[in-house]
């Protein structure tokens, strides 16, 4: 599948040079072991500043592993990450973020029930006042949330609405949004356009683009390789817990990307054996009444 | 494309928002649906005393006899309600006020303690056992109510066995002279004559103690960090934690809050009747869900209002004096509440989809 004009037009504001820097976020022959299953190994992965890093995978590859251990959640069993090329080590979640590395997860990441403001500020609320009488300062989160929502494209009109009012493309977009707000470098998102319908995901992959534009690093994981596509600028393929290959935009199409994944072989078999379904039923429906009861013979 | 003119860019999601009326926003409120509800009884029962020929329902000694009642549930449920926005539940508060109230009938009578002394150690026992249902809940990963139901029935026995071992009764009077003077105890014991009209009602500590709590509550989920967490915890725990909100300390500190809440309830009981009783509280837990509930919290978190839970408090205290005041059978009482618990969750859910927007 050939990228969306759309997305071609946005593509060439691509910030140059990005790969001549030292990658903001780095992954070098990760394993992660639980018990018995060999979740990930050996996996490598890098992002650099304006970029979007595809990380592609069928269900159970092992993509959930990777992120949570990028993102602080586990610690890998061999492996070492590192960020501006200094060999970090993450013990929580917190200090991933404090590295400005920030994960979306795609239904973990907003409250539908909370407003704007609050599910914008949650966990990082500004304050004013002294001691007792320290309060959750909300004419100023609702006036920098308005703000924020507005730079990346949605008139959030009253901030107090519940985020559930919102459509799922923007949801994701308000998470974006505030991990950027709160000083993420590096944007993982995990899944973000899988539950989304057509108009939705281009949504979000609109904003991922946007987000690169403005020098972010951005790991974007998905099965879907045609979203995959128009906006990766290099796409690195997980299949059964290791690497099954790294490509750069340009030297690879959706076929060699379906092919990696390991889905590429059977959507072929199933291609052809739904064929052989339709043709195999066809023919009796033709000439004779399809027998009503148990009377099917195998 | 060539239909690309002159339509100016418009954000997503402005073309899809109505403007609301002011009548629409208060609606839109958690608590929308509980003041309804609080009018409703109150209109109900007025209507019924004066058919009847009663206006003390209407007058200030009805008034502050509900008012008291509403006060005994609101105390706890407000702690209950912000617990339950939490998404956690807690059903040993009632066993609780039994084992608070006890721990206090025994340090003054059988080990001669001072009664504020008595409160004060009851306060923090029974606070310790809300830590460490927290401890357990998030420890162990357990439904709360699970968890609550089994400290529930230990708590209870506890009680039992504490009592029956120092005195072979269930029941510890507390002396009236000890009561007098003593600083806690003249303060949970306080009460004041109010005259309005020619007549005369008890302006009950309870009261005050509840519009304290009530407002605290409110101050409290509405406009602090903590507040904010407690609604993003219930929303979603896994989500609120990648956030960085401390979702363990959020939930052991609001069952430590409950239990502390059971306890004042139990100094207020306990100086008031000069006795201490292992069933004091019994079904209070029950109360307080249901209270929180009409109020517009969701059992299943993320979701609520302290003040519905005030106007809830108040139903039901209306509801429970209103029928004593109407000399209807007081067996009726549990019907209307039951019926009143239906009619507000019915209502709240359709406010909620018709005029907030939320499923």
């Not at chain 1, 994701?172 to 108009?199: H, M, N």
């Amino acid at each position: 599948m050939d990228p969306t004009p759309m997305t071609d037009a946005l593509m060439e504001s691509t910030p140059a040079a990005a790969a001549d820097q030292t990658p903001l976020l780095e992954a070098r022959d990760i394993s992660k072991y639980f018990g018995a299953v060999v979740a990930i190994e050996g996996v490598s992965l890098e992002v650099r500043a304006g970029q979007v890093t595809c990380l592609l995978g069928d269900n159970g590859a092992g993509k959930s592993t990777l992120i949570k251990t990028l993102s602080g959640v586990y610690r890998p069993d061999k492996g070492t990450l590192a960020v501006d090329g200094q060999p970090v080590e993450f013990g929580s979640p917190r200090d991933a973020l404090d590295a400005g590395i920030a994960t979306v997860y795609q239904d973990l990441s907003v409250m539908p029930l909370m407003s704007v403001t609050r599910n914008f500020f949650l966990g990082n609320e500004p304050t004013v006042g002294v001691g007792p009488f320290k309060r959750f300062d909300l004419p100023k989160a609702a006036g920098i949330a308005r703000e924020e929502m507005k730079r990346i494209g949605i008139d959030v009109r009253d901030t107090d609405q519940a985020v559930g009012t919102l459509s799922g493309g923007e949801r994701q977009t308000l998470a974006i949004a505030r991990a950027e707000y709160f000083g993420a470098r590096v944007l993982i998102l995990d899944e973000p356009t899988s539950a989304l319908g057509v108009k939705q995901s281009a949504i979000v992959l609109r904003h991922i683009v946007a987000a690169r534009n403005r020098g972010l690093g951005v790991i974007f994981i998905t099965h879907n390789v045609s979203h995959a596509l128009p906006i990766g600028d290099t796409f690195t393929i997980l299949s059964r817990g290791r690497t099954g290959g790294q490509f750069s935009r340009g030297d690879v199409d959706a076929d060699q990307l379906h092919s990696q994944m390991g889905g590429g072989d059977e959507l072929h078999e199933l291609t052809r054996e739904l064929e052989a379904l339709a043709k195999s039923e066809r023919r009796p429906s033709a000439s004779t009444p399809p027998a009503p009861g148990p009377t099917v013979s195998h | 494309m060539a239909s690309t003119t002159t339509t100016t860019p418009r954000a997503p999601g402005s073309d899809r928002l109505r403007n609301l009326s002011l009548t629409q926003r208060i609606l839109a409120r958690p608590a929308a649906g509980a003041l309804i509800i609080v009018v409703f009884v109150w209109v109900v029962f007025a209507a019924i005393s004066l058919a009847r020929g009663n206006t003390a329902f209407m007058g200030i000694p009805g008034t502050l006899n509900y008012l008291d009642v509403a006060a005994q549930v609101g105390i706890v449920a407000t702690a209950v309600a912000l617990l339950m926005i939490a998404g956690e539940f807690d059903l040993s508060i009632g066993s609780m006020v039994g084992f608070a109230g006890i721990l206090i009938g025994i340090g003054v009578t059988i080990w001669g303690l001072p009664v504020w002394l008595s409160i004060i150690m009851a306060m923090i026992a029974t606070t310790f056992l809300g830590v460490i249902n927290g401890l357990i809940v998030v420890r162990t990963g357990l439904p709360s109510f699970i968890v609550t139901l089994a400290t529930l029935f230990i708590i209870r026995g506890a009680s039992s066995v504490l009592t029956s071992t120092v005195t072979n009764i269930t029941y510890i009077p507390i002396d009236p002279t000890r009561i007098a003077g003593d600083p806690l105890a003249e303060f949970f014991g306080w009460s004041m004559p109010v005259s309005i009209g020619g007549q005369t009602g008890t302006l009950q500590i309870s009261i005050l103690i509840w519009i304290v709590i009530a407002v605290a509550g409110i101050y409290v989920l509405g406009r602090t960090r903590f507040g904010n967490w407690i609604a993003g915890v219930g929303g979603s725990a896994g989500a609120a934690r990648n956030l960085g909100v401390p979702v363990a300390r959020v939930k052991i500190a609001l069952f430590a809050m409950t239990a502390f809440s059971a306890s004042i309830l139990a100094a207020i009981q306990s100086v008031r009747f000069n006795s201490a009783d292992i069933l004091r509280g019994t079904g209070i837990e029950l109360d307080a869900i249901t209270t929180a509930v009409i109020g517009g919290s969701l059992l299943t978190g993320g979701y609520g209002s302290v003040a519905g839970t005030a106007l809830g408090a108040l139903a039901l205290g209306m509801a429970r004096q209103g029928i004593v005041f109407a000399d209807i059978n007081a067996d009726w009482y549990k019907i209307a509440i039951g019926t009143l618990l239906l009619v507000a969750v019915v209502l709240n859910n359709w406010i909620r989809r018709r005029f907030a927007g939320l499923t």
